[in-house]
């Protein structure tokens, strides 16, 4: 079993993934989607928790070994950010999605320097726009963004164009892909329904159900 699909295996486990083609999701954005990614419902399952986080310790000491110090996305990706932080026994800082109203007002909550070379955690990425922003905030502060890595991609293109014209590389642990070929397998999902999640993936923002 590959890595990418040990960690979607593990998403299914905790039910982090609900697959509802037929009663589709809303997102916040007003996409209707097949799929729901919460990331969160892992932090309940130990042993889970502790796949997922040594995974991801092992992809930023391989594949980013030039980062100083983790930043984590505010608000799912705060606690992986720590967990991989305290393991790999790294700095870390967070980044919200606008500055505080009150107290200093900081947007990066932790001690940081300008001319760090940051790689930010994420929970998940979807059309990468949010978690691109963040990345904006730690330029401004004078921070250098070495790369993301987040447990789960949608693997939309228009995600992939976001990151390349940013020029900042990404990991994801496992992505859709995987996922849905895991789910056939495992026949959680038939090969009818099989063509629903791809047909969505292909053109999220257009798609409005079966």
């Known amino acids: ?11 299914l486990q905790s039910n982090a993934i609900k697959l509802s083609p037929y009663e589709p999701f809303t997102w916040a954005s ?28 092992n ?4 594949q980013f ?5 983790l930043a984590g996305v505010a608000t799912a990706g705060i606690a992986w950010g720590a967990m991989a932080a305290d393991q790999l026994k790294m700095p870390y800082i967070y980044v919200r999605p606008k500055p505080k109203e ?22 998940l990425i979807s059309t990468g726009k949010s978690s691109l922003q963040v990345c904006d905030v730690l330029k401004a502060a004078g921070v250098e963004v070495v790369g993301m890595v987040s447990i789960f991609n949608y693997g939309f ?11 900042i590389p990404y990991k994801s642990l496992t992505n859709y892909q995987t996922l849905i070929e ?16 791809l047909n969505w993936q292909a053109n999220p923002s257009g798609w409005n159900g079966i």
Request: aromatic share 10%.
């Open 30 to 57: 007003g996409w209707k989607s097949p799929i729901y990614c919460d990331n969160r419902k892992v932090l309940s399952f130990p042993y889970i928790r502790d796949f997922i986080k040594s995974e991801m310790c």
């Open 102 to 123: 009150h107290g200093l007002g900081n947007q990066i909550e932790g001690f940081y320097e300008a001319g760090q070379k940051a790689l930010v955690i994420e929970d």
């Open 157 to 167: 293109a228009l995600a992939d164009e976001a990151f390349t014209a940013a020029k």
């Open 65 to 69: 070994p030039q980062a100083d110090i």
């Open 1 to 11: 079993m590959t890595n990418e699909k040990a960690v979607a295996e593990k998403l």
């Open 182 to 197: 895991l789910a056939i397998e495992k026949g959680i999902v038939t090969a009818e329904q099989q063509n629903t999640l």
């Open 59 to 62: 992809v930023i000491f391989e």
